[in-house]
C-alpha cells in the first residue's frame, strides 16, 4: 500500500465530513523477535502490519481514532470514528492549531539502516544462539530467558496546514537474563544497526557479570557511599526523572521539578546532557519527530545549567513557544501500537557527555564506595526525585579496588540532588534505550542492609 496515497486520502474525507483542521498518520511497520527460553530458541514471530491513526478538529473540539489498515473502507471507517469523537468531545480551550510545515535540518536516512530493515530470521536465531553459546561457555552459567527484536517501520504525516513528511527508521533491542544458582545476570544491547552489535561479547559479558554476582554476600549495616552506577542501570533513573522534569506538558501543569529553572543550575558542573535526534545508533534518531515537525540537536543541561524544555506542537501552543520536535508516539523498545497515540512530549535520545576519566580510573580513585551493577527495578519518583532501590548485584570498594559483591541490600536517595552531587563521570558510554551515558559516580547515596 502506498502510504502517502492513504494519508492523503484520509486527510480529504475528513476535511469533507466537516473537520476544520486533520492529521492523518498512516505507519507501517515490521517486527521481528527471537524469543529464548531455558538456553533454547522457543519462538520467533515476524510480524508487519498498517495502522492509520486520524485526528480530527471540529472548531475546539477534538476527537482521535485508529485502526488497521487492510483497505480502503477500514480506513474510511478510522475519519468517521474521529469525526464521532470529536461531536462529542468538550472543546479543548488549550488547543491552538496543528503544526505548520516546516523544512528538515536533517537527511531523511538518519536513523535507518538497510541491512537491518532485511535481516533473515535464520541470522538472528544463529545472533541469540551465539549469546547463548558465549554466556554458558561455562557450565555453572545457564541462559533462563532473551529476546532479540529487530524494529523496521515506515510513516506518512499529513495535515491541513499543508504539512506532509515521510521517515524510515530501524532500531534493534537484546535483552537476555542468566542464572547460576541464586545469583542474575542481565545484558541489554541496542542500536539502529545490527552491525554494531557484538553478539559473541553479550554472551561473554552475560557470563562473567552472573559468575561475579556468584560470590556475592548480604551487605550489613548502613553507610553513606560514593555510588557508581553503569549505564545498564543509569537509564531507568533517567527515564524516570530527567523525561519528567523536562517534558513541556509537565512544565505547563506545573507538575516539573524544574518548572521556572529554565537557565539556573540544576546539575554539576560537570554535567551536560543533549536531547540529540542526529544520535546515530539511537532508537530516535529522526530528522522528523511523529507530527512531521523537524528535529535538531539541543542542550537540555549544559555545565549543569537548564537549558531546554521539550515539547511538542500542543504543549508549545499552550507555553507560546515553538514545538522543539519532541512530538513522539514510538517506544523505544518496540514499535507496537504507535499508530494509536497521540503525539506526546518525549525525548529523542538523551545524550550524555562523558567525562575525561576512564571508569578504571574513577574506581581507583575510590577510598570507600559502591558500583552499582544490576537494581531489581532501576526508577526514581519522577515529581520528587526520591528513590529506594534493591540492589540484586554490586561490588563494595575499598582503596581503589574492588573487595566483595554484595546483595541483599537497599540503595536510597535523591536523584535530582544527586545530579547536583556528582564526584565524576566515566570517559566511556553505552546506549540502553534511548539514553547513551557514562558511569557516573555520586559523591552520597545510603547502602542499607540487613
Known amino acids: 500500500m502506498d502510504l502517502e496515497k492513504i494519508a492523503e ?22 517486527m521481528k523477535n527471537v524469543y529464548v527460553e531455558n538456553s533454547e530458541v522457543r519462538l520467533v514471530t515476524n510480524n508487519s502490519w498498517i495502522g492509520l491513526g486520524v485526528k480530527t478538529v471540529l472548531k475546539k473540539k477534538i476527537g482521535f481514532a485508529s485502526g488497521y489498515i487492510y483497505n480502503d473502507e477500514s480506513a474510511n471507517k478510522v475519519v468517521q470514528e474521529s469525526i464521532k469523537l470529536a461531536k462529542v468531545s468538550p472543546e479543548d480551550p488549550n488547543f491552538v492549531g496543528l503544526p505548520n510545515p516546516t523544512k528538515p535540518e536533517y537527511d531523511e536516512t538518519l536513523g535507518y539502516d538497510k541491512e537491518t530493515e532485511h535481516i533473515l530470521m535464520e541470522d538472528l536465531i544463529s545472533f541469540a544462539q551465539k549469546v547463548i553459546s558465549a554466556a554458558e561457555s561455562d557450565k555453572r552459567v545457564k541462559v533462563m530467558n532473551g529476546l532479540l527484536r529487530v524494529n523496521s517501520f515506515e510513516f506518512s504525516i499529513k495535515n491541513s496546514h499543508g504539512l506532509s513528511g515521510t521517515n524510515k527508521g530501524t532500531f534493534v533491542f537484546l535483552h537476555f537474563t542468566t542464572k547460576s ?14 552491525s554494531d552489535i557484538n553478539f559473541r561479547l553479550v554472551g561473554e559479558e552475560l557470563r562473567k557479570k552472573t559468575l561475579v554476582a556468584r560470590e556475592a554476600v548480604a551487605f550489613k549495616g548502613k553507610e553513606i557511599l560514593p555510588t557508581i552506577i553503569i549505564p545498564e542501570e543509569l537509564e531507568g533513573l533517567f527515564n524516570s526523572t530527567l523525561t519528567v522534569a523536562v517534558s513541556g506538558e509537565n512544565v505547563n501543569k506545573k507538575r516539573s521539578p524544574w518548572t521556572n529553572k529554565l537557565n539556573e543550575q540544576v546539575a554539576s558542573a560537570q554535567l551536560t ?17 511523529d507530527e512531521g515537525v523537524p528535529t535538531f540537536k539541543k542542550p537540555i543541561i549544559e555545565d549543569g545549567v537548564l537549558k531546554s524544555f521539550l515539547y511538542d506542537s500542543y504543549n508549545a501552543n499552550i507555553a507560546n513557544k515553538e514545538s522543539t520536535g519532541n512530538g513522539f ?20 535520545n538523551i545524550v550524555v557527555k562523558p567525562g575525561k576519566m576512564p571508569l578504571e580510573e574513577l574506581i581507583a580513585d575510590t577510598k570507600k564506595g559502591i558500583l552499582i551493577e544490576k537494581f531489581a527495578a532501576p526508577n526514581a519518583d519522577g515529581i520528587t526525585g526520591n528513590f ?44 540502553i534505550e534511548n539514553v547513551y551515558t557514562p558511569a557516573i559516580k555520586f559523591a552520597k547515596f545510603q547502602v542499607v542492609g540487613q
Open 9 to 30: 486520502s484520509a486527510l480529504n474525507l475528513a476535511l469533507k465530513s466537516g473537520a476544520s483542521e486533520v492529521e492523518s498518520f498512516v505507519f507501517n511497520g515490521h
Open 181 to 194: 544458582g541464586e545469583a542474575e545476570g542481565v545484558k541489554k544491547a541496542y542500536s539502529s544497526k545490527i
Open 273 to 289: 546532557i543533549y536531547d540529540d535526534p542526529t544520535f546515530a545508533m539511537g532508537p530516535r534518531s529522526t530528522h522528523i519527530d
Open 329 to 348: 508516539r514510538r517506544g523505544t523498545r518496540t514499535i507496537e501500537n504507535a499508530h494509536i497515540r497521540i503525539a506526546a512530549c518525549a525525548p529523542s
Open 388 to 431: 529506594g532501590l534493591e540492589i540484586r548485584s554490586a561490588l563494595l570498594i575499598e582503596n581503589g579496588e574492588f573487595k566483595k559483591p554484595i546483595k541483599h541490600a537497599l540503595l536510597a536517595g535523591n536523584f535530582y540532588d544527586g545530579l547536583k552531587n556528582i564526584e565524576g563521570i566515566a570517559s566511556e558510554s553505552a546506549l
